[in-house]
Nanobody
């Protein structure tokens, strides 16, 4: 079982930047991802990174967000630049193993972007 702890959320003005972090006991064998959920909306995928560092992004964040991982530090990152009010949401870290249906989730960290 993997326990995930997010940090780095906060309030910024539009155009600003934040970096989210997600720490765990061991992430090296896991595909990792960031999801977000805004009030009244479904949770959506933001970015993902495989064990081979292959990355994927939602169209809405391409060119603005960067996902990365540091297996030595057991930490996942999400660098968010040029933030927009529509990026306001609770952001969740997720981990899963290839071939397994089990997903592990962090408790979430709030990101608020004001115009």
């Amino acid at each position: 079982q993997v326990q995930l702890v997010e940090s780095g959320g906060g309030s910024v003005q539009a155009g600003g930047s934040l970096r989210l972090s997600c720490t765990a006991s061991d992430i090296s064998d896991y595909h990792m991802g960031w999801f977000r959920q805004a009030p009244g909306k479904e949770r959506e995928g933001v970015a993902g990174i495989g064990t081979d560092d292959y990355t994927t992004y939602a169209d809405s964040v391409k060119g603005r967000f960067t996902i990365s991982r540091d297996n030595a530090k057991n930490t996942l990152y999400l660098q968010m630049n040029d933030l927009k009010p529509e990026d306001t949401a609770e952001y969740y870290c997720e981990a899963d193993r290839c071939g397994s249906w089990i997903k592990y989730w962090g408790q979430g960290t709030q990101v608020t972007v004001s115009s």
